[in-house]
């Protein structure tokens, strides 16, 4: 087994010991859109040992949209409420999908949002006017 293989199983054990408590914090939602759809954790900082606030519990969709994926105006409405939870990986995690699209409340979302105030300025400073 390659170094590289050991590593990524000790951090999806260690992720899945967060499992029961992410799950319970998330009371089985997803916790930037609250939809039931295959719910798993998300790794935030896969750079940082795994913790409670850089694990967040997603739906299939969401997490998709973590990898990449295009959001629809829809789905971005979908996770605004994210952006006012105290929990890192959630708030500036989907804070971090908003800021790559124009939708134009975003800007208004983050700056009213929990966040701390040097977080805020990291993402607007990524909001392409
Ligand atoms: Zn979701």
Known sequence: MSKKHQDNKKRLEAI??????????????CEWCESKEDLQVWDYRPDMPPNMDTLAMLCRNCRELAEGKKASPGELRSIRNAL??????????????????????????IVQSFMDDSIKTQLLDKIRM
Request: one cysteine or more; hydrophobic letters at 45%; proline letters at 5%.
């Open 84 to 109: 006012w939870s105290n929990i890192p990986a959630v708030a500036v995690g989907a804070g971090e999908i908003l800021v790559k699209c124009n939708e134009p409340w975003v800007r208004g979302a």
């Open 16 to 29: 899945s010991s967060f499992a029961k408590s992410i799950g319970r914090r998330a009371r089985i939602t």
